[in-house]
């Protein structure tokens, strides 16, 4: 069965940067689009970015310019490089697929951007 294991969340300042990590155990990785979601406090969960199996990337606009997504299908691991970070991006981010996996929502990792 498919797991994913998000990591790499903290606190940061704004302007500062982290990159949070998600290995899969899904042994069809390298042919899965897959995202990276976040959901802060009363909101909805949200698409970040998300990149193809070949590492094509795609951005949201909250994303565009400040975050950096991308993968090694060796390490079943995909990758968000946040930059920039400003208190707005403070929420739990996830990795799913594209077209999310209800089975594969874990506990996230959480990202405060606080002074």
């Known amino acids: 069965q498919e797991e994913l294991v998000e990591s790499g969340g903290g606190v940061v300042q704004p302007g500062g940067s982290l990159t949070l990590s998600c290995v899969s155990s899904d042994p069809y990785f390298r042919g899965s689009l897959m995202g990276w979601y976040r959901q802060a406090p009363g909101h909805r969960r949200e698409l970040v970015a998300y990149?193809?199996?070949?590492?094509?990337?795609v951005y949201m606009d909250s994303a565009k310019g400040r975050f950096t997504i991308s993968r090694d299908n060796a390490k079943n691991t995909v990758w968000l490089q946040m930059n920039n970070l400003e208190p707005e991006d403070s929420a739990v981010y996830y990795c799913n697929h594209y077209v999310p996996r209800e089975e594969l929502w874990g506990q996230g990792t959480q990202v405060i951007v606080s002074s």
């Open positions: 990149i193809a199996g070949g590492g094509s990337p």
